[in-house]
């Protein structure tokens, strides 16, 4: 199996400024410590966006120096809360397609990753143009029948929480008629909802989790404002195989297993 990392809804601030309460830099941190521990093995990382939660550059380089430890290739995508001209001082060689958005494709094993930028500049919602969607158009017609995993912050469709659908991708429908019925697409991976959400649309199997910081919490009926909770960041460890797709969401600031192991060392 191929082994990749996601991670999502950094909201990096200047490091050491605390966000909604909590210290997002030192979860960051935490969460490269807890992937060199235990994930050296995977092939990469994609971050699916709001890297940042004003788009200023300490966060962005903040970013980048830990992402730096990491022993495999990283991608971070754009969110809703990202500026890519701030980004692209921080990270000059990440991906750009020709008409400079954050889009690129990675190939691992037998199978290819496509990564999105879904940023409407000025807008919580998502936007996926005439322009990016013809990238998209031409890689999907290169790929053939090869297996491809896509990666985007804003998701495509409602998933029945009103705050967050009403800031989701504008144009569904235009994004639908590219992807859809497409047999090759084996996963879609995205952002901007901060909790454990998976299903299918149309086919596609989706995940998404909690971010590394603040979370949304789960409440069907309110439009406005989106609210923040302190629920765990996690994060998800993907199995690929050639007939399977495993996605394991780890709350990696919890060691009570740690507790549970020296209770059993008391008893011996």
Same mark, same amino acid.
């Given at each position: 199996m191929t082994k990749i990392i996601h991670i999502t809804d950094t909201h990096l601030v200047t490091p050491g400024e605390p966000l909604y309460g909590l210290d997002p830099y030192a979860r960051l941190v935490a969460w490269v410590d807890d992937i060199l521990e235990h994930h050296t093995d995977a092939e990469c990382c994609v971050i699916t966006g709001d890297l940042t939660h004003r788009g200023e550059a300490p966060g962005y380089a903040a970013l980048r120096e830990q992402l730096?430890?990491?022993?495999?290739?990283?991608?971070?995508?754009?969110?809703?809360?990202?500026?890519?001209?701030?980004?692209?001082?921080?990270?000059?060689?990440?991906?750009?397609?020709?008409?400079?958005?954050?889009?690129?494709? +990675? %190939?691992? *094993?037998? !199978? /290819? $990753?496509?990564?999105?930028?879904?940023?409407?500049?000025?807008?919580?919602?998502? =936007?996926?143009?005439?322009?990016?969607?013809?990238?998209?158009?031409?890689?999907l017609d290169q790929l053939g029948e090869r297996p491809a995993y896509l990666f985007m912050h804003h998701?495509? +469709? %409602?998933? *029945?929480? !009103? /705050? $967050?659908?009403?800031?989701?991708?504008?144009?569904?429908?235009?994004?639908?008629? =590219?992807?859809?019925?497409?047999?090759?697409?084996?996963?879609?991976?995205?952002?901007?909802?901060?909790?454990?959400?998976?299903?299918?649309?149309?086919?596609?199997?989706?995940?998404?989790?909690? *971010?590394?910081?603040?979370?949304?919490?789960?409440?069907?009926?309110?439009?406005?404002p989106v609210r923040q909770s302190h629920e765990p960041p996690a994060y998800a460890v993907v199995l690929l195989a050639q007939d399977q797709v495993t996605v394991h969401f780890h709350d990696y600031l919890d060691k009570s297993w740690l507790e549970d192991d020296e209770d059993e060392a008391d008893r011996m």
């Open positions: 730096d430890r990491l022993p495999f290739p990283s991608f971070p995508l754009m969110g809703n809360h990202d500026l890519r001209s701030v980004f692209t001082g921080a990270f000059p060689e990440r991906l750009r397609d020709e008409n400079g958005f954050v889009q690129g494709r +990675f %190939d691992v *094993g037998d !199978a /290819s $990753l496509l990564m999105l930028d879904t940023l409407d500049e000025g807008q919580h919602g998502g =936007l996926y143009c005439e322009a990016r969607r013809a990238w998209l158009a031409r890689e998701p495509p +469709f %409602d998933i *029945g929480i !009103a /705050s $967050l659908d009403n800031i989701g991708l504008a144009n569904p429908e235009a994004f639908l008629a =590219l992807v859809g019925g497409r047999k090759n697409l084996r996963h879609l991976f995205f952002g901007h909802v901060h909790r454990p959400v998976c299903g299918s649309w149309h086919g596609i199997p989706y995940s998404t989790m909690r *971010g590394l910081n603040h979370q949304v919490p789960f409440d069907m009926h309110t439009v406005f």
